[in-house]
């Protein structure tokens, strides 16, 4: 009987499993399997820029206050001309590192929850063929905001319609989708809006 179980290998998860570590308690982490974090924006989106605390600067910061310690001049330029990628995946691999180091009460689990029920002393949760209780659970399994798809020819030749074509682009900024997310990035820029269309993916398959 665990104390909690957090389902869900995202940012919010990582935050809940760390800070039911830190307080001791039995704690089981369900990640989800490849096939729910292929789905997740944690997978996709490589670079985040828009909130507080994940800029590249803060690292940077630290990093180049170390070498000047050790007037290592050259490291300096080297390493203020360097771009990071600042994104959840990063976090969330540092969780992971911490809790496999640090907390031996918290188990960490691969593996899609296909069942949750309440029962009087708590939470019963299935993964694969295992029944797993708990006396509370926490459900951090995101939202993914709706993604553009692209009608394309895979390798096979057949068509695929998937947001995977656009986002080697959004991470490279070569194409934006979010208005909301990235609209600072064309800020006296000139820029091209494509729009949304209803039409039927048999009207679209020639251009």
Same mark, same amino acid.
């Given at each position: 009987?665990?104390? &909690?179980?957090? &389902?869900?290998?995202? !940012?919010?998860?990582? /935050?809940?499993?760390?800070? /039911?570590? @830190?307080?001791?308690?039995?704690? =089981?982490?369900? =990640?989800?399997?490849?096939?729910?974090?292929?789905?997740?924006?944690?997978?996709?989106?490589?670079?985040?820029? #828009? !909130?507080?605390?994940?800029?590249?600067? !803060?690292?940077?910061?630290? /990093?180049?206050?170390?070498?000047?310690?050790?007037?290592? *001049?050259?490291?300096?330029?080297?390493?203020? +001309? *360097?771009?990071?990628? !600042?994104?959840?995946?990063?976090? &969330?691999? +540092?969780?992971?590192?911490?809790?496999?180091?640090?907390?031996? +009460?918290?188990?960490?689990?691969?593996?899609?929850?296909?069942?949750?029920?309440?029962?009087?002393?708590? %939470?019963?949760?299935?993964?694969?063929?295992? #029944?797993? *209780?708990?006396?509370?659970?926490?459900?951090?399994?995101?939202?993914?905001?709706? @993604?553009?798809? &692209? =009608?394309?020819? +895979?390798?096979?030749?057949?068509?695929? *319609?998937?947001?995977?074509?656009?986002?080697? %682009?959004?991470?490279?900024? @070569?194409?934006?989708?979010?208005?909301?997310?990235?609209?600072?990035?064309?800020? #006296?820029?000139?820029? /091209?809006?494509?729009?949304?269309?209803?039409?039927?993916?048999?009207?679209?398959?020639?251009?």
């Amino acid at each position: 009987m665990y104390n &909690i179980i957090i &389902i869900g290998g995202g !940012i919010g998860g990582s /935050a809940a499993v760390l800070r /039911a570590a @830190q307080n001791g308690m039995q704690a =089981l982490w369900v =990640l989800g399997s490849k096939k729910t974090r292929k789905r997740s924006r944690s997978h996709w989106v490589k670079n985040l820029d #828009n !909130i507080v605390g994940f800029h590249e600067d !803060i690292i940077k910061s630290q /990093a180049i206050k170390t070498l000047k310690k050790y007037k290592q *001049e050259e490291a300096i330029t080297f390493l203020e +001309n *360097e771009h990071y990628h !600042i994104n959840n995946r990063i976090l &969330i691999k +540092n969780t992971i590192q911490r809790i496999e180091m640090g907390f031996p +009460n918290v188990k960490i689990m691969e593996g899609e929850v296909t069942y949750l029920k309440k029962t009087d002393f708590g %939470f019963s949760v299935r993964i694969g063929d295992e #029944n797993i *209780e708990g006396n509370s659970v926490v459900l951090s399994t995101g939202v993914m905001d709706k @993604q553009p798809h &692209i =009608l394309k020819q +895979n390798k096979k030749g057949e068509w695929e *319609e998937t947001p995977k074509w656009i986002y080697p %682009f959004a991470n490279r900024e @070569q194409v934006l989708y979010c208005i909301r997310c990235e609209g600072h990035l064309t800020k #006296n820029d000139s820029v /091209a809006v494509l729009g949304h269309s209803n039409r039927r993916k048999q009207d679209l398959q020639g251009y």
